[in-house]
């Protein structure tokens, strides 16, 4: 059994950073991609970034440039630096695993 536990959200005020950490946990956990999605009021959960066991990386258009992530696979932990934050990024952001295993989400509020 996967479990994906996330931290990090918050309020932040437009052009501001947060930065979201997931942790996974298991026995002989051996994860492939982690990536983010994110679901915001009345929309559609929709992808952010993936970066595979190897270090290569996927970001959706709406976030290249101000969201990098980056992860430690010893630790099993995936990042999400999130910068120059704007009131659309306003979601709640799941980690998940290429396997399809989901975490809680946390919540990010982007004021303007």
């Known amino acids: 059994q996967v479990q994906l536990v996330e931290s990090g959200g918050g309020t932040v005020q437009a052009g501001g950073s947060l930065r979201l950490s997931c942790v996974a946990s298991g026995s002989g956990l051996i994860i492939n991609n982690m990536g983010w999605y994110r679901q915001a009021p009345g929309k559609e959960r929709e992808f952010v970034a993936v970066?595979?066991?190897?270090?290569?990386?996927d970001y959706a258009d709406s976030v290249k440039g101000r969201f990098t992530i980056s992860r430690d696979n010893a630790k099993n932990t995936v990042w999400l630096q999130m910068n120059s934050l704007k009131p659309e990024d306003t979601a709640v952001y799941y980690c998940i695993t290429g396997a399809g295993h989901w975490g809680q989400g946390t919540q990010v509020i982007v004021s303007s």
């Open positions: 970066i595979s066991r190897g270090g290569s990386k």
